[in-house]
């Protein structure tokens, strides 16, 4: 009964907002527009190279063929490929353009001057205890980094080119008016602001007011299909009634919506990630942000517990394959398992602004939000000047296993079991030396 309750929220949802998804020659003719467009007006977009030796974005598709499905979403009357692109056409996809950001294997060179995703814990509030929390050890009941200081970041990362900020937390609604403030004085034809909520907090009336303050895009955690798993791993009841609550709430006020999912290993085990998603659908989201367990906040000290063993991602992997490839699938939400895209053998670890980078509640600059090593602390330095530190420890994407997993240990030994999490750079400075040498 709970999950056609569900059923019936999407449906009034997607009754106002809904959202298609395009592929084989719709698809073509849709990118043709664009390429074609970047092509012929080289000054104005120098960095949109073609060429393949070159990193450009044939050498891309080429590679997101392997790993990614042949199809994009369409939402009032924009285009939303990845969480990691801005929409299109807008402004932010042009600027993402002339700026190289469509050069995704050329990371770390000249030819890609973006940083495709910056998520910013913008508050350490929250009333969930989520178990697998990376901000465990940062909860509280204060803010550390005050609003003014947040809207200084933000025009910071717009200077260097960033195509997404993701205001996070704790729990972002518990500072709802700080979220309107971070909204109205970020510049939108730059970046394209993106929000990440459990859900609890999230009213329509807030979602109306989100999205006339020009919020592009809203992520919510959903991590099981079950109810009372997913509350157990939330720690709160009606954690679950509330994000699928708050996704209705999102798509009636016009706001595009994906969900963050840990995946654990119950619901591999159990076979129920088709069961997932097919809920998804149901509930109108575009994309399926996979994330895996890793060894940092609520889980530092139970990696072996929590960790999917190699026989739980082989099921994995087989699910996002079939996911992205078989017919039956081709109007639900679109995969996007990061772990699988960011493997040795793809495209690599791309953390610490290669790709995406992470700001926490604290103030700290983390290269990845599952990653707790700290290049500096914005309460105490300039962005650009840990930026340009944290970029000089990580040259190029690291073709090894995730260095959250190599390194687990050492952080955990060195985080003084939790009191110093992250851990300063400086402290593992020998053991990231490895990972490049």
Known sequence: ??????????????????????????????????VLRYSLQPKKFPLFILRSSKGGVLRTQKIERLIRPGKEVRFRGHYYFTPNLPRRPSPVFDQMAAQGGLNATAAGTPVKRRIDVAVLGITRRCDLHC???????????????????????????QDLGTNIIALSGGEPMLRFDGVLELLECGDRRRSDFHVHTSGQGVTRERAETLERAGLAAAAVGLDDVDPERH?????????FDGAVQALGHFRRAGIFTYVNMCVTRDIVRLNDLERYFDLTKRLGVGFIEMLEPRPCGGFLKTQ???LLTPADRERLVAFYRAGSTMRKYRNHPILFYLPYIEHADRMGCLMGGLSHLHIDSLGNVNPCALLPVTFGNIMEEDFPVIYERMRKAIPRPLHRECPSITLGRVIRARSDDGRLSPVPFESVAQEWAALYS
């Open 231 to 239: 509350d157990s791993l939330r720690g709160h009841r009606g954690a």
């Open 1 to 34: 009964m709970r999950i056609q309750s569900d059923k019936n929220i999407a449906d009034d949802a997607g009754a106002i907002h809904r959202l298609t998804y395009v592929s084989g020659v719709r698809l073509f003719l849709s990118r043709i527009t664009y």
């Open 131 to 157: 178990k697998h929390c990376y901000e465990r050890f940062n909860i509280g009941d204060r803010d550390a980094v005050p609003i003014r200081r947040w809207k200084e970041i933000i025009s910071q990362l």
């Open 304 to 306: 072996d517990e929590m």
